[in-house]
C-alpha cells in the first residue's frame, strides 16, 4: 500500500472532478457526445458544487479530530455553508444549518426539515473521506457513516447508500495493487454490508449488467439516476466497475447517464480516484479544477490524521 497518499489524493480529487464535470455544459456536452477523451480541453475553470463543498467539510473535521466528531462535523457543515451558500445546496440542508444556528440541536433540526429522514444522495456524496480513513476497517466505517449520514439523511435508505458508497471507496483504496480488481468480490464485500431489499436488488443487478454490457439506457432504468440515494450510488459503483481501467472513462459515463449528473460524477469520481490514484487523473482537467491544491492538502492531512503521531489539534471554540 505504498501509493495510499495517491490514492487518496485520487478520491478527493475524483471528487472534485466528477461533481464539476457533471456540473458543467461543457462536460455534461462530452459526456454526451460518448468520446472518451482525457485531453478535451475544459472551457476555463471547472467550479465544484455542494458534493465537494461538503466532502471538503467531512475531511476537515475527520482531520481536525482524528476521527468521526459528529457534533463537531455538523457546526463545520453549517460554517462552510455560510461561508459559501452559493454552492448550489439543495433545498434541505440549509434549512438545518439556519435551524442550527438559531439554537437547535442537529439531531433535532434535521427530523423537523425531513419527518422520518431524507432519502436522498445528501449523505453518500461527501462520504468519501469516511471511506479513505476508515478504508481497513469496514465494521468502523459502516458505524461512523451512519452517524454522520444522520446529521442532515436519517432515513435508512439515506444512510445505507452512503455505507455503501463509502465502502466502494474503502474497498477501492485496497484493492488493485499487483492484482485486477475482481467485479464479484467488489459486489459481494458490499452486500455484506447492504440490509435493504432495495440495494441487495440493485447490487445483483450490477452484476447481472456488467456481464451484459453497460447499455445506458437499461442501466438507468434499472440503477435509475436520480436525487434519491438508491437511484444514485449504485449506479455511481456500476459506472466505475464498468471503467475499472479508465478514469475519464468511468466519470464521462456516469455523467452521460443525465440526472443528477453532478453528484454521480462525484460519487463515480471518488471511487475511481481511490481505486486508480491522483497519477490517473487527467491533467488537462486537473488544471482546471477550482481548490485542486486544497483538495490535495486535505488528502494528504487526511492520511496524517489517520496514522500520524504527536498531540492532537484541539481548536478551542
Ligand atoms: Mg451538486
Not at 477523451?37 to 471538503?56: E, F, N, R, V
Not at 491533467?283 to 494528504?300: C, H, I, K
Amino acid at each position: 500500500m505504498g501509493d495510499l497518499p495517491d490514492r487518496f489524493a485520487g478520491s478527493l480529487l475524483g471528487t472534485a472532478l466528477g461533481d464539476s464535470i457533471g456540473a458543467s455544459d461543457w462536460g455534461r456536452a462530452l459526456a454526451r457526445r460518448g468520446i472518451i477523451d482525457p485531453d478535451a480541453q475544459p472551457l476555463g475553470i471547472l467550479p465544484y458544487t455542494d458534493d465537494t463543498h461538503m466532502t471538503i467539510g467531512v475531511a476537515e473535521s475527520l482531520i481536525e479530530r482524528r476521527g468521526l466528531d459528529v457534533d463537531h462535523m455538523a457546526r463545520r457543515f453549517a460554517e462552510n455553508y455560510e461561508r459559501e451558500p452559493f454552492r448550489g445546496y439543495g433545498p434541505g440542508p440549509p434549512r438545518i444549518f439556519r435551524l442550527m444556528r438559531a439554537g437547535v440541536d442537529w439531531r433535532e433540526a434535521a427530523l423537523r426539515v425531513y419527518p422520518g429522514g431524507s432519502f436522498g444522495n445528501g449523505a453518500a456524496m461527501r462520504a468519501a473521506p469516511l471511506g479513505l480513513f476508515y478504508f481497513d476497517d469496514l465494521e468502523a466505517l459502516r458505524r461512523a457513516v451512519e452517524e454522520a449520514s444522520r446529521i442532515t439523511h436519517a432515513h435508512p435508505l439515506g444512510i445505507e447508500g452512503a455505507v455503501l458508497q463509502a465502502a466502494a471507496v474503502a474497498l477501492a483504496v485496497r484493492s488493485g495493487d499487483g492484482s485486477p480488481l475482481d467485479p464479484g468480490e467488489f459486489l459481494g464485500a458490499l452486500r455484506g454490508l447492504a440490509s435493504q431489499a432495495v440495494y441487495i436488488g440493485k447490487l445483483e443487478a450490477i452484476e447481472r449488467l456488467l456481464k451484459e454490457g453497460p447499455d445506458p439506457g437499461r442501466v438507468v432504468l434499472e440503477l435509475g439516476n436520480g436525487i434519491e440515494a438508491f437511484n444514485s450510488v449504485p449506479t455511481a459503483i456500476f459506472s466505475f466497475l464498468a471503467n475499472r481501467d479508465s478514469f475519464e472513462g468511468a466519470v464521462l459515463y456516469a455523467v452521460g447517464l443525465g440526472g443528477d449528473s453532478d453528484t454521480i460524477g462525484a460519487m463515480t469520481g471518488a471511487i475511481s480516484g481511490a481505486y486508480l490514484g491522483a497519477k490517473a487523473l487527467p491533467r488537462s482537467w486537473l488544471a482546471e479544477l477550482e481548490g485542486a491544491d486544497r483538495l490535495e492538502r486535505l488528502a494528504s492531512a487526511l492520511l496524517e490524521a489517520k496514522y500520524g503521531a504527536g498531540p492532537i489539534l484541539r481548536r478551542s471554540t
